[in-house]
């Protein structure tokens, strides 16, 4: 029912900055939420930020002040805007569409930071 992209991944020194997109392939306004979720060798995925139709930004502990979620609905994409990247954020970001009760997922971008 709903296609998402994600570009903008890439490899980055730590320091450095990298800005995700995420595309839908529909209006985005009536999602109930968006958001990048993230999967580093070894660990589960985890909740890096999301975004509600209001607006409501949430972010794991781990990113807050440094990353930003944002949305821009006539282009029906949703951004991770990531700054102060550091070694550990390596990982394989992948963009989650929520359109209760059911849940999409993009196919991921690789975002690797060097030391």
């Known amino acids: 029912q709903v296609q998402v992209v994600e570009s903008g991944g890439g490899l980055v020194q730590a320091g450095g900055s990298l800005r995700l997109s995420c595309a839908a392939s529909?209006?985005?306004?009536?999602?109930?939420?968006m958001g990048w979720y993230r999967q580093a060798p070894g660990k589960q995925r985890e909740l890096v930020a999301d975004?509600?139709?209001?607006?409501?930004?949430n972010y794991a502990d781990s990113v807050k002040g440094r990353f930003t979620i944002s949305r821009d609905n006539a282009k029906n994409t949703v951004y991770l805007q990531m700054n102060s990247l550091k070694p550990k954020n390596t990982a394989v970001y992948y963009c989650?569409?929520?359109?209760?009760?059911?849940?999409?997922w993009g196919q991921g971008t690789q975002v690797t930071v060097s030391s």
């Open positions: 975004i509600t139709s209001s607006g409501n930004r």
């Open positions: 529909r209006s985005i306004a009536s999602f109930n939420a």
């Open positions: 989650n569409v929520l359109i209760y009760p059911r849940v999409y």
